[in-house]
């Protein structure tokens, strides 16, 4: 039973560079979703998807790319780490009429 | 637009107390759902409970309890005699779809919630 799968757990980046974390779920959900969370401020959606080859953004889109090139896998890019993007990273997925949606553990990232 | 407002930031209680976990939402919509999670100190986010904006019924799971009353747009979780176990920071949540839907789910700030033994 794996669910929702994300990867890496930790990541020091320097300002400047690039990195994509890495989604993927296996329930066969046609929705995921990219959620940022910082100390104090719950959760804030990043980018999400209704279904493969589509995308749209959330509140907090800046400095972030997705794409979704099939029903499993939802890649965050990040391009020109900064500061500011020094946070935790949960991917979900769901549906329509689920139960909830389902997050992955997280991956903690530190722009340095 | 949807909000949701966790007035709370942190509380810090003794064990075995009783404390209540306050929620309130804004949402246009007839029909909603709600949502509270869990994230202990290692991070992950455990899905505790959801209601449906139709269902008014207060529920109760062993120590825990949600009370829903839409004439205050409020949805409260108590823990009755608290453990240290419970320590962690509680989220609400709201959604147009029980499953997330396009928009995933509209979070509160967080309680931290501390247990003191």
């Known amino acids: 039973n794996a669910g929702v799968t994300q990867t890496p757990k930790f990541r020091i980046l320097k300002i400047g560079q690039s990195m994509t974390l890495q989604c993927t779920q296996d329930?066969?959900?046609?929705?995921m979703y990219w959620y940022r969370q910082d100390p104090g401020m719950g959760l804030k959606l990043i980018y999400y998807s209704v279904g493969a080859g589509i995308t749209d953004k959330g509140e907090v889109p800046n400095g972030y790319n997705v794409s979704r090139s099939t029903t499993e896998d939802f890649p965050l890019r990040l391009e020109l780490a900064a500061p500011s993007q020094t946070s935790v990273y949960f991917c979900?997925?769901?549906?329509?009429?689920?139960?909830?949606?389902?997050f992955g553990e997280g991956s903690w990232l530190t722009v340095v | 637009a949807q909000k949701v407002t966790q007035a709370q930031t942190e509380i810090s209680v003794v064990e075995k107390e009783d404390v209540t976990l306050d929620c309130v939402y804004e949402?246009?919509?007839?029909?909603?759902?709600l949502f509270w999670y869990k994230q202990p100190p290692s991070g992950e986010l455990v899905f505790l409970i959801r209601?449906?904006?139709?269902?008014?019924q207060n529920e109760i799971s062993g120590r825990y309890s949600w009370n829903f009353q839409k004439s205050t747009s409020s949805f409260n979780f108590t823990i009755t005699a608290s453990q240290v176990v419970d320590s962690a920071v509680y989220f609400c949540a709201l959604s147009m779809y029980s499953g997330g839907g396009a928009d995933g789910l509209t979070f509160g700030k967080g309680t931290h919630l501390i247990i003191q033994p």
């Open positions: 209601r449906n904006s139709f269902d008014e």
């Open positions: 979900a997925s769901g549906t329509l009429a689920g139960n909830t949606i389902y």
């Open positions: 949402t246009r919509d007839t029909t909603y759902y």
């Open positions: 329930m066969n959900h046609n929705y």
